[in-house]
C-alpha cells in the first residue's frame, strides 16, 4: 500500500464530550452506507472500528478494506480499535487506511512506547486499551503520550454483553489517575452500554461512549437521541 503519511491531516476528537461513538461491528452491512449517513443526519461523526483478528480474541472482524471504504466519507473521524496480536505490524497499515484514532490492547503489544510513538509518527491520535482483568495502574507509565484511554467493560471479542458491574469503580480509578497526571487524555468505555445505563459509565469518569447494538437498532435516530438526552446531564 503506498504510503501518504506526509500528507495526512491529524483530526481531532469531533466535538466535546460526552461522545458517542456508534461500533459499526453491529451494523447491517448491507446497509453500511446508509446507516452511517443516519449517524451524520443525527450528529453524529464518530464510528468505531473494532478489529479482531481470532487470536488476541476469538472473533474474526474486517480490516483495512472495509476502513478505506468507510474512509472515503471525509466527514466520519474513525477510530480503529485494534484487538490484534502483535499491533506494531498493522499500525501504518490501518493509518494508511485512514484512521484518526488507532488504539491498540496493553495486553498485546511487546513494546507500548515505541507502538505508541509509531501511532503518533504515522499522523494518528494514539489510544491504549485495557480489558477488564488488567490493572488500571498499567496506563501509568504511557499516560503522558495517550490521546485516549480505553476501559473495557466487557471481555472482548464479542459484540452485545451484559455490562460488568466492577467496571464503575475502574472508570472511577482511570479518572483519578488521569486527572491526578494532569493530562488531557479522554476516557473512553467499551461493552455493554445502553441509553438505560450509559448514567453510570458517565457518573463514574467515562468521556466517549462505544455502543454497537444499542444504537444500530430499528431506530437509529431515536437510539441516538437516547443517548443525547442522557448526556445533557453532563454536559459542560
Excluded: W
Amino acid at each position: 500500500m503506498e504510503n501518504n503519511l506526509k500528507s495526512k491531516k491529524i483530526k481531532s476528537f469531533p466535538g466535546i464530550a460526552p461522545l458517542l461513538a456508534p461500533s459499526i461491528l453491529a451494523a447491517d452491512f448491507m446497509k453500511l452506507g446508509t446507516q452511517i449517513e443516519a449517524l451524520k443526519d443525527n450528529g453524529v461523526h464518530y464510528v468505531h472500528f473494532d478489529v479482531m483478528d481470532g487470536h488476541f480474541v476469538p472473533s474474526i472482524s474486517f480490516g483495512v478494506p472495509v476502513l478505506s471504504s468507510v474512509r472515503k466519507d471525509p466527514d466520519l473521524f474513525i477510530d480503529a480499535h485494534l484487538m490484534i496480536e502483535n499491533p506494531d505490524k498493522y499500525i501504518s497499515v490501518f493509518a494508511d487506511g485512514g484512521a484518526d484514532l488507532i488504539t491498540i490492547h496493553a495486553e498485546a503489544s511487546n513494546d507500548l512506547f515505541s507502538d505508541i510513538a509509531h501511532i503518533h509518527e504515522c499522523g494518528c491520535l494514539a489510544g491504549l486499551s485495557i480489558k477488564p482483568g488488567t490493572p488500571v495502574t498499567d496506563v501509568l507509565p504511557y499516560i503522558d503520550d495517550l490521546d485516549l484511554i480505553l476501559v473495557m467493560t466487557v471481555e472482548p471479542g464479542f459484540g452485545g454483553q451484559a455490562y460488568i458491574e466492577e467496571s464503575d469503580q475502574r472508570i472511577r480509578e482511570i479518572r483519578k489517575i488521569r486527572d491526578e497526571a494532569g493530562v488531557s487524555c479522554l476516557i473512553q468505555v467499551d461493552g455493554g452500554i445502553k441509553a438505560e445505563n450509559v448514567d453510570r459509565v458517565l457518573k463514574a469518569g467515562a468521556e466517549v461512549i462505544v455502543a454497537g447494538t444499542a444504537v444500530f437498532g430499528e431506530d437509529i435516530a431515536g437510539n441516538i437521541n437516547k443517548f443525547n438526552e442522557a448526556f445533557k446531564k453532563f454536559c459542560d
